[in-house]
C-alpha cells in the first residue's frame, strides 16, 4: 500500500509589492477599512510576469530542494482559475521551463479550494501505484480579472505561485484523509472570466469586458466560508480520528483573516493555531495554501511527523480540507 508525503516546498510571488496605501490613490478606499475589514496590508500584483513564470520559480525552487533531475519528475499537477491561456494548459509550459521532458501535465480548476484538490488528484496516481512522484502546483494571477474601479473586489486579491512535491512511501504518513465537496447551487456567488460565444452564428447577448472581471457577493462568501470551513475541518478530523489537539498548524486558505477568526473560535482552536500570511499577500486564490506552506518550512515550522491540515473554499462554490502529517 503506498502513501503520498510531501518532501519539498517551493513559491514565487511577482516584483511588486501594492500596500494599501497605493491602492488609496486608485480607489475610493482606505488603509483603515482594507486591514479592520480583510486583515490585509499588501499583496503582490503582476507587471510582467505571467502565471506560467510564477509557477515556474516554485518548480525550480522544489526541484532544488527535492535534489531531483528535472527529467525524474513524473506528473505536473497544477490547479489555476486564472490561466494564461486556456489551452495549452500551464503545467505543460512548466514542464517545458524546467526541463521535466518526462512529466504528463494536467491543470485542475477549483477554484480557491483548487490545490487541495489538485493533491487529491495526485495523491490518488501515487496511491494507484502510477507515479512514485508528481510535483503539485498553484499558480494565481487574479489581477487580470480583478475590475481595478471596484474597490470592494480589486483591493482583496493578489498574484502568487507555490506548490510542492508529492512522492510515494510506503510508511503509514503523508496525506492521511480528505474530504472535497461542491455546492454548485451557489455557483454565482463568486467567479471571474466568462467566456464570449464567438461564432459566425451567435446570437447570443454579446459579453463586455465587464464579464470577465471577477464578481462577488461578499456576505454570501463570508457565511457558506464559515459553516463550510468548520464542518469540513472537524468531517475530516472526525474520519480520521484525530483530534485538534494533535494539530501542529490550521492552513486555510488566506481569504480574509475575519473568516479564519470566525473558524477558529467556532472550532474552539486558539487563533495562534492558524497560519496566516494574508496581510502580506492578499487572497492568491489557489495559490494561498502553498505559498503559505513554503514560508512555514522556511521559518522551521513543519517539522517531521508534525499534524497539519489544510483548507481550502472558494467560487463553484467548492471545498476541500486535507490532513497530512510532513
Ligand atoms: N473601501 C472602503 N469602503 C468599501 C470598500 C473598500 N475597499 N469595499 C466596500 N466598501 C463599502 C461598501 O460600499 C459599503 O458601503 P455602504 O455601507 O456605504 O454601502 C460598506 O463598505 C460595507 O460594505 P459590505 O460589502 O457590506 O462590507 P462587508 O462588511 O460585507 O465586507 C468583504 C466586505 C468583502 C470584506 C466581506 O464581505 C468579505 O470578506 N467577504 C468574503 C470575501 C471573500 O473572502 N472572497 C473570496 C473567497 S475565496
Known sequence: MYNAKITAFGACVPKLEVTNFDLEKIVDTSDEWISQRTGIKARRIVTDETGTDLATGAAKQILEMSGKAPEDIEMILLS????????????????NNIGAVNAACLDVSAACAGFVFAMSVA??????????????LATEVISKFANWEDRSTCVLFGDG????????????????????????????VLGNGHMPINN????????T?????????????????????????NNVLEKANV?????????????NTRIIEVVAKKLKVDLDKFYLNIDRYGNTSSASIPIALEEMKSKGLLEKGDKIVISGFGGGLAWGTMLIEI
Open 80 to 95: 489555476t482559475c486564472s490561466p494564461d491561456y486556456l489551452t495549452p494548459n500551464i503545467a505543460c509550459m512548466v514542464q
Open 123 to 136: 495523491e490518488k496516481f501515487i496511491k494507484a501505484g502510477t507515479y512514485k512522484n508528481v510535483m503539485v
Open 161 to 188: 505561485a507555490g506548490g510542492v512535491l508529492l512522492e510515494r512511501t510506503e510508511e503509514n504518513t503523508g496525506v492521511l484523509c480528505e474530504e472535497l465537496g461542491a455546492k454548485g447551487s451557489g455557483w454565482e
Open 200 to 207: 459566425a452564428f451567435n446570437n447570443a447577448k454579446p459579453l
Open 209 to 233: 469586458e465587464a464579464d470577465t472581471y471577477v464578481f462577488m457577493d461578499g456576505r454570501e462568501v463570508f457565511k457558506f466560508a464559515t459553516s463550510k470551513l468548520k464542518e469540513s475541518i
Open 243 to 255: 483530534s485538534k489537539d494533535e494539530i501542529k498548524y490550521f492552513v486555510p486558505h488566506q481569504a
